[in-house]
């Protein structure tokens, strides 16, 4: 049974005024909120058994030690991993996409390709533009169309043994499209050796993720997106892969022996886990998933799918408002603008009034605002917390908007 009143009762952030009016959040694809499961959690790790992991033989390092490595077990079943070891803790999706490519360098040489798409956050676009300036790469974008949907036969032409790396975002943070992952991978597998990245940032808090199945060579998430504390994030790779990358970070923790003269690095996962880890975000990112797990993958989906379709519907009814990537596939959020207004800021700061939490501006995806000759727009995202009633109230806080700013 999915029992809202009982989820939004794990969330006490939920219960107050913002501006005098009841909060509505709907800015969850920048944060989720944290249910009191995650942060109990965090607070038991401080409180019962605060020590550094993996080094000491005192048992309370012990303790740390085991809990953060129950964590990662949970975190392989949840997306499904061959091996726990395939499992590495990082700060977020970031770092996780920083990571890959920089650990991907002595792979890829002058004039080869790395494809992404037009529907990238910054974050996986910098980090290939950097690998590109080390080596001589070229980097190649996978085009969209007027609905966000990635023109794949792009694919069908350009992949090819020059291709090393296809790195896409399983869901559109500014638009919510969801990508053809499969589609994409089995392209990019009868095609061509790339390796394919996966960021499933904005996908991972929405759907069920099974990396086996999808066969990504790599998949990148943020803890903090999917109701865990900030600074904590997930890189999973292949394990053949991640045996024959070079670390990123160098220091504590990544060693398994060191002298001047020569290194040689730690087993799986801890080559690419330097230094001391988060381990009480790494252990409540644990709790994060069990508290998604409890209540049921397939009934946040089904009604984050509702809180959409609703939104969708109740927006569209304002004359003039626009909403980007409708006629995709999509989740978990609803972009939009409304006719005559360009600065989605001035709609924000009217919800703001309101109480209304929503994200405004380029979303770090300005090559997706250029596509669309706009500076930014209005994004509601949703999580399991949210009702039909805010979805009313959030319609109706745009018109107020359109009557305020016409
Ligand atoms: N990729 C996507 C699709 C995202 O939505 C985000 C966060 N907005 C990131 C990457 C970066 O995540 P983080 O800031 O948690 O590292």
């Not at 929405?206 to 997930?234: E, L, N, R, W």
Request: charge should be neutral.
């Amino acid at each position: 049974m999915f029992d809202l009143q009982n989820i939004r009762s794990q969330f006490p952030i939920l219960n107050q005024t913002v501006n005098g009016k009841p909060l509505i959040y709907l800015d969850n694809g920048a944060t989720s909120q944290k249910p009191v499961s995650v942060f109990e959690s965090w607070m038991k790790y401080y409180t019962e058994i605060n020590a550094n992991v993996h080094r000491g033989i005192h048992t309370l390092s012990q303790l740390a030690t085991e809990e953060m490595e129950v964590s990662r077990r949970k975190i392989q079943r949840f997306v499904n991993a061959k091996n726990d070891y395939e499992i590495i803790f990082t700060k977020g999706t970031t770092e996780g996409l920083n990571l890959i490519a920089y650990s991907l360098t002595n792979l890829v040489k002058k004039n080869d390709e790395i494809i992404i798409s037009h529907l990238e956050h910054h974050s996986n676009i910098v980090p290939w533009q950097m690998l590109c300036e080390r080596t001589g790469a070229k980097l190649k974008v996978i085009p969209m169309d007027e609905n966000g949907i990635l023109q794949l036969d792009f694919l069908d032409k350009n992949l090819n043994e020059k291709t090393k790396i296809v790195s896409v975002n399983q869901v559109s943070n500014a638009l919510g499209v969801v990508n053809p992952i499969e589609e994409i991978i089995s392209k990019v597998r009868k095609n061509s050796d790339a390796l394919v990245v996966i960021d499933g940032a904005q996908s991972v808090p929405h759907m069920k993720i099974d990396v086996q199945k999808m066969d990504c060579d790599f998949f990148v998430f943020s803890g903090h997106k999917m109701y865990a504390p900030m600074g904590t994030g997930i890189l999973y790779g292949k394990e053949e892969i991640l045996r024959k990358i070079q670390p990123f970070h160098g220091g504590g923790e990544m060693i398994a022996t060191c002298t001047f003269e020569k290194t040689t690095y730690a087993d799986l996962p801890f080559k690419f886990e330097a230094g001391t880890p988060n381990v009480g975000g790494n252990i409540a990112l644990g709790a994060a998933v069990d508290f998604m797990e409890k209540i049921g993958q397939e009934q946040i989906q089904h009604h984050e799918n509702a809180l959409l379709d609703y939104a969708q519907q109740k927006l569209l009814e304002i004359e003039g408002l626009r909403i980007y990537g409708e006629k995709a596939k999509r989740t978990g959020v609803v972009s939009f603008n409304l006719e005559g207004i360009g600065i989605s800021s001035d709609v924000g700061m009217i919800l703001d009034k309101l109480g209304i939490a929503v994200r405004t501006g380029h979303h770090c995806t300005q090559p997706i605002m250029n596509f669309f000759n706009i500076a930014g727009t209005v994004r509601a995202s949703f999580a399991v917390y949210n009702t039909f009633e805010e979805i009313d109230v959030l319609a109706e806080g745009v018109r107020k908007a359109k009557r305020m700013l016409s």
